[in-house]
């Protein structure tokens, strides 16, 4: 805002900057005395001062830009017509026998009148012109930060939903899983719901800002897949590797756990044997993460799940990091593998 009202003031100064010297472009050749200067100077300044604020504050906003444009030349054409009569009536009364100069052949003649037209008319709208690129510039300014500020609160207001529609589908995710240990081992299922406390804890309360440090969802992955070991049984296999430091990485929340939920779902079968690898990277300011799985299709009956979850991702990562990611999945020899590189 300060910045915006510097270079109106700068833009301000400029204009009458280049006006103040057009009554001495006009009038280059003759002599400069007090009388001259009020006649062909401050006069005319007062007129130009009337036509550009009269123009800037009010007849644009009423008329330019309601597209009432004929009316708005029309009455421009008034006041210059009238102001350019104004002025030389001023000078015919007031300061034509103070006006002291030695008449030359060319003076009796006379300037051709449709040059002497010429020449006020386009005097007089510069200033008329000016007031129009500085309005249009400032309306243009303003529509473009009302659009702006327009398109961040859609934005805002998708990831809002996007992310109130991830926790209802992780928190379903988790109670199919508690569900199927309830009667294999109640022990595991108390213990699974006392994981799933925490991890609650941190979607509902940390989890609300635009960015949480990558630690913490590392942190919040971990404790995600020790959930998950708790239905396992010894034909799965995990293995997952995480950077020990992130170097302060700051990124948007639960990008990644989508993508270990779908492993878990797809990569896990209960009568071959399987591996979910997960293994994350810092390359600079480039977070990679890979994970790979068995890939075990769901059956028509499995009902586990919404199937949102990647759908979810990619949108995020298509509102948070335009043009800064990359996602790629591939389905290769059985195994399922997701690739995701994002530029903090």
């Known amino acids: 805002m300060y910045k915006n009202k510097k270079i109106i003031i700068l833009q301000h ?30 006069i005319p300044m007062l007129f130009y001062a009337f036509i550009f604020y009269f123009n800037f504050l009010v007849l644009i906003d009423k008329f330019l830009f309601t597209k009432k444009t004929l009316l708005f030349v029309a009455i421009n054409i008034v006041i210059i017509a009238f102001f350019i009569l104004l002025k030389e009536e001023i000078e015919s009364n007031f300061f034509q026998e103070l006006i002291k100069r030695p008449k030359t052949e060319e003076d009796r003649v ?21 007031s129009i690129a500085i309005k249009s510039t400032k309306r243009w300014v303003q529509t473009e930060a009302q659009r702006k500020e327009a398109a961040n609160f859609k934005l805002q207001t998708e990831l809002q ?48 800002t635009e960015l949480v440090p990558l630690s913490k969802e590392i942190e919040f992955m971990r404790k ?49 044997n399987s591996i979910i690898s997960i293994d994350m990277t810092i390359k600079g300011n480039i977070v990679d993460f890979t994970i790979e799985n068995h890939n075990f299709p769901k059956q028509d009956n499995d009902k586990s799940g919404s199937g949102i979850g990647l ?5 995020r990562l298509q509102l948070l990091y335009p043009n800064k990611h990359t996602f790629e999945k591939e389905l290769k020899a059985g195994v399922y593998r997701v690739n995701l590189k994002i530029e903090t």
């Open 224 to 272: 995600y897949i020790d959930l998950m070991k708790l239905r396992l049984t010894d034909k799965t296999e995990i293995e997952s590797s995480f950077p020990v430091s992130q170097n302060g990485i700051q990124i948007a929340p639960l990008l990644f756990i989508s993508l270990i939920e779908n492993a878990f779902k797809h990569g896990v079968s209960a009568n071959k």
């Open 110 to 130: 006379g300037p051709p009148f449709k040059l002497f037209i010429y020449v006020q008319m386009l005097s007089y709208t510069a200033p008329l012109l000016f």
């Open 161 to 208: 939903h996007l992310r109130y529609q991830l926790q209802p589908h992780f928190f379903f995710n988790s109670l199919n899983n508690i569900y199927s240990l309830v009667d294999i081992s109640p022990e595991k299922a108390k213990s699974t719901i006392h994981s799933l406390g925490k991890l609650m804890r941190y979607l509902l309360y940390e989890t609300n």
């Open 311 to 315: 759908a979810n991702l990619e949108k």
């Open 13 to 42: 100064l400029l204009i009458w900057l280049v006006l103040f010297s057009m009554p001495f472009i006009l009038s280059y050749r003759e002599d400069q005395d007090v009388n001259r200067l009020i006649a062909h100077f401050f």
